[in-house]
């Protein structure tokens, strides 16, 4: 009773946010304390895309392809977000770790101007193009009729989407994960709250249809940045932009551009495979992709909570590498891997035993529950390495190694998984199942590839 009290008092001092000194706290309690509101952060982020897909779902099936193409779009989108945020927690965690705060806030400043800038230029030729985008990934006339203002609208708020991603890396390398969580519980929670008034009305609002998912999205994550601004300027946090952090300095912003490109290019080529087995599974009409659309939703609400578990890895890597402290940093990884397979492995027997629970909540059509069940069962087949993997590859990340893992990517990604989709979707007849199959067994390589590589342990030696 009292251990279980004490872990409580732990809980509660995770969320409720203090700021620690990484490199000496306890290994465990440094875990539990940068982990706790991480999941919790991404938790609501998996809370979002459940219930936004849940009342998207009720405009019928051609709504939810549209959700399913515009999302691929946006993973390109979010691979740059993702990608500098790696950059962000790996300086700002390094910098941290050898106490040198003020160039921390320097390099947050350099970071978000980084990130504006890509965000707008791909927000013009995103909301441009967006027909003809819809078009390229293979939606019928009708799913193109109905998606391209929600299209635009997503994709001219892309700016809120990567500031978030961008600042809650920095607080997140600064040891501050508390931040992070409140700022995207906020995003998160206004777009829940949102959504059914925007999609369906209420009273004498008019409701908007598909296109008010997009703005309840849009608005939601904009407050989200509001947040994040007023605790960077506030000056009351360890992580603060104060003036003399603010003039441009190209030596930062190159350093800003060569470990976030591997970040990007990580995401970017995960993306590009999954676009690929979007337009592929495309190919086998509406309701596959509709039951695609709702197993990926699924499997985001699991694999984002064990991203936020993993992602406590990357602060404790960075930070104790700054204070020289390598193999404290490694200690830390591999104890985090053990927790985040135990929680995959559970993750598994759920879908495994109420697959087609989950997947008749969002849909009462029998076609698309039975193909999101037979999605959900298949690749969380692969669930305990997909925790491994994690772990691993936010290690490298935090470690500012970003190209080993985009290495791995192209190799088992765009190398094995596209081909070995392609092959047993269209030249055996499975169609997609083919597709899901294809997924579990290369993720499931994946991962193996990482823990091999991290054994080896030259990601001691990056330097950021």
């Known amino acids: 009773m009292k251990d279980f009290k004490a872990l409580l ?4 001092s995770a969320v409720k946010g203090k700021e620690q000194d990484y490199t000496t706290l306890g290994i465990k ?6 982990a706790i509101p991480m999941i919790l952060e991404m938790l609501m982020e998996s809370l979002f895309a459940v219930v936004d897909i849940f009342f998207v779902g009720k405009l019928g099936p051609n709504a939810l392809a549209t959700v399913g193409l515009v999302e691929a779009v946006l993973m390109i989108i979010y691979s740059v977000g993702m990608g500098i945020s790696i950059a962000a927690t790996a300086l700002v965690s390094r910098r941290v770790g050898e106490k040198n705060y003020l160039e921390a806030g320097s390099i947050t400043f350099q970071l978000i101007v980084t990130g504006l800038i890509f965000a707008l ?3 013009v030729l995103a909301t441009y193009f967006a027909r003809e985008l ?3 990934l293979g939606a019928d006339p009708a799913v193109v009729v109905i998606g391209v203002t929600y299209s635009r609208v997503i ?3 892309n700016i809120a989407i990567i500031m978030l991603f961008l600042i809650n890396g920095a607080f997140r390398g600064a040891g501050q994960p508390h931040l992070a969580m409140r700022a995207l519980w906020i995003a998160n929670g206004a777009n829940i709250l949102l959504d059914p008034l925007l999609i369906f009305g209420a009273g004498s609002i008019p409701g908007l249809g598909l296109d008010g998912a997009a703005w309840a999205t849009t608005i939601g994550r904009s ?3 509001v947040y994040q601004a007023y605790h960077l300027l506030n000056g009351k946090n360890l992580l603060r932009i104060v003036r003399q952090n603010l003039m441009l300095s190209l030596a930062v912003v190159l350093r800003i551009i060569k ?3 591997g970040g990007v290019g990580q995401y970017l080529i995960d993306s590009a495979s999954w676009i690929f087995l979007t337009r ?3 190919e086998f009409g509406s309701n596959a992709l509709a039951g695609y659309t709702i197993a990926f939703r699924v499997i985001i609400f699991t694999l984002l909570p064990a991203w936020g578990l993993s992602s406590a890895a990357a602060t404790l890597v960075g930070q104790n590498l700054g204070a020289q402290k390598g193999k404290r940093a490694e200690l830390a990884v591999w104890l985090t891997a053990r927790y985040n397979v135990i929680f995959m492995a559970v993750v598994t027997l759920v879908f495994l035993v109420f697959g087609s629970r989950l997947s008749g909540f969002f849909t009462a059509e029998p076609e698309v529950v039975a193909i999101a069940t037979q999605a959900l069962k298949i690749i969380t087949l692969g669930y305990i390495f997909f925790g491994l993997g994690m772990v691993m590859v936010q290690a490298f990340n935090g470690a500012g190694d970003t190209r080993t893992p985009a290495i791995i990517n192209i190799m088992v990604l765009w190398i094995i998984e596209i081909p070995v989709a392609y092959l047993l979707a269209m030249a055996t007849g499975l169609e997609a199942t083919g597709v899901f199959v294809a997924i579990a067994i290369c993720h499931s390589f994946h991962a193996l590839v990482s823990w091999w590589l991290f054994r080896k342990g030259k990601w001691k030696q990056v330097q950021v």
């Open 155 to 157: 994709y001219a708020g």
């Open 223 to 225: 407050l989200g940045v």
């Open 280 to 282: 592929l599974i495309a």
């Open 121 to 123: 230029l791909m927000s």
């Open 259 to 261: 470990v976030s490109s």
């Open 9 to 12: 008092q732990l809980v509660w």
């Open 134 to 136: 819809l078009e390229l």
């Open 29 to 34: 309690r440094s875990i539990v304390l940068l």
